[in-house]
């Protein structure tokens, strides 16, 4: 396990490398000048162009890059191009309220998801079959951004109960989990559904009914820990899209997060920091993949690794 898992971690260097090489071709091609968009349409041409020399943006794609990659691998982010400031002392303090949304959200989804699945596999083709799969379904189609506004017009807006944008407290996360919540929650109820149903169908399931176990024995202990194994996969990716895909959602509620910081930064085409976060998100994403592949070992111990 020791050894697979170093192995893992090494693979990840060149994966690492080769999406830094692609963020940075990606946001040096958005269209803009941050140099224009700090310096004002006011300025001169000579203003704007001392500018650029200032922040380095005359220096080759080739030197920019190894510039940014050296400063990554000695923990010299760089400073913002906005702003000035340390890329660290913007990006870490964005990272609590991102995490907390998507630990928040996920362990919600997956212990309602996984019951409500559950409850529709054992009660496969009643009517409460049918009205947790259309549920199920609404939740996966539903826009986020639809969603958001909808809880935020009823819970906040009408009824305040919550506080409509901003950080205040726990509470304040309410309806964005709900909101990213919604359709991940849809989801596992149905690959828990789909699972549930093959496992129960077994032979090691008809007998342990045979020996006179109770079903809620049945259905907890052995067919719920066989299922898991395809469960924990959309977990891990979704858990992953959580952390980069809070984009929208803390767009909408105004939660001063990672998500919301990539797209101030991509509006102002703030190189360092865009490409810092990028960079979080998937080394966040490669861990979180690493992280699922070792829990299947523990759910099901034929997995051996080498």
Known sequence: MRGYIVKRLLNM????????????????????????L??????????????????GLNNSYIVQYKDFMVGMLTGNWGNSLKTGLPVGDMVIP?????????????????????????????????????????????GISLPLFWLGLMLMQIFSVQLGWFPTTGID??????????????????????????????ILKENYIRTSRAKGLSEFIVVNRHALRNSLIDVITIVGLQFGFLLAGSVLVE???????????LIDSIL?????????????????????????DVLYGVFNPKIKYE
């Open 13 to 36: 260097i060149p994966i690492m490398f080769v999406v830094s090489i692609v963020i940075f071709l990606f946001i040096h091609m958005i269209p803009g000048d941050p140099a224009r």
């Open 94 to 138: 964005r990272m609590k309220p991102t995490l907390i949304l998507a630990i928040f959200t996920i362990v919600w989804s997956v212990i309602s998801g996984i019951a409500i699945g559950i409850i529709s596999a054992i009660n496969r083709g009643k009517w409460i079959d049918y009205v947790v799969m259309i549920g199920a379904s609404s």
């Open 251 to 261: 767009t909408v509620f105004a939660i001063p997060g990672l998500g919301r910081l």
């Open 169 to 198: 407290g726990l509470k304040s996360y309410v309806l964005p989990s709900i909101t990213l919540g919604a359709g991940i929650t849809a989801m596992i109820a149905r690959y828990t559904r789909s699972s549930m149903i093959e």
């Open 268 to 292: 102002f085409r703030d190189y360092t920091v865009v490409q810092t976060v990028l960079l979080i998100f998937t080394f966040q994403f490669l861990i979180i993949n690493l992280i699922v």
């Open 38 to 55: 700090l310096a004002g349409h006011q300025a001169t041409f000579e203003e704007v162009e001392l500018l650029k020399e200032q922040m």
